[in-house]
T-cell receptor, first 113, second 113 residues
């Protein structure tokens, strides 16, 4: 079936380095993607989104890249800080699947001081 | 800011009990969602609602029911709790269903003994 998945379940980076979290999706009809951050004991928090008519979108210290050819999504965090430690989820939205998001399993980002 | 609140952060119930989880959003969003989150399984959609008194099954509706009597409130009901329903339950809302970001509440950690 259609799925959204993450390549790396855990990513450990040094404080100040850049982080890249990857996500593969299999539904070519998906046209909207979201990255969420979930800190321990809290609900997922919206970080950034991107629509399928875009390849790149930048926020504050974060950039999302979308490669529709290989169905790949990535979240780049610049100058990673301890407060970035969390689980990151990608999610895809497919109009053909109703008003529902499909979530990936999540990647844990650990920032070493 | 969007605010989604859930009635309890932690709940402990016994097998066979009826359990109510309440969710309230204050941004006049049309859509509301209930997910459960389990290690290794990510977020799975239980039910969602796109209007008052309307509900749709998600991916795992078995053992659950929902109620949406008012636009701002969406309740998840476990008619007879079982141990396999021990999980983190997350409520979310979105303005409409058309590629709108879902905003999450803080979650309710339910333990069924």
């Amino acid at each position: 079936g259609e799925s959204v998945g993450l390549h790396l379940p855990t990513l450990s980076v040094q404080e100040g380095d850049n982080s890249i979290i990857n996500c593969a999706y299999s539904n070519s009809a998906s046209d909207y993607f979201i990255w969420y951050k979930q800190e321990s004991g809290k609900g997922p928090q919206f970080i950034i989104d991107i629509r399928s008519n875009m390849d790149k979108r930048q926020g504050q210290r974060v950039t999302v890249l979308l490669n529709k050819t290989v169905k790949h999504l990535s979240l780049q965090i610049a100058a990673t800080q301890p407060g970035d430690s969390a689980v990151y989820f990608c999610a895809e939205f497919n109009n053909n699947a109703g008003n529902m998001l499909t979530f990936g399993g999540g990647t844990r980002l650990m920032v070493k001081p | 800011d969007v605010k989604v609140t859930q009635s309890s952060r932690y709940l402990v119930k016994r097998t066979g009990e009826k359990v109510f989880l309440e969710c309230v959003q204050d941004m006049d969003h049309e859509n509301m969602f209930w997910y459960r989150q389990d290690p290794g399984l990510g977020l799975r959609l239980i039910y969602f609602s796109y209007d008052v008194k309307m509900k749709e099954k998600g991916d795992i509706p078995e053992g659950y029911s929902v109620s949406r009597e008012k636009k701002e409130r969406f309740s998840l009901i476990l008619e007879s709790a079982s141990t396999n329903q021990t999980s983190m339950y997350l409520c979310a809302s979105s303005l409409t269903g058309n590629q709108d970001t879902q905003y999450f509440g803080p979650g309710t950690r339910l333990t069924v003994l």
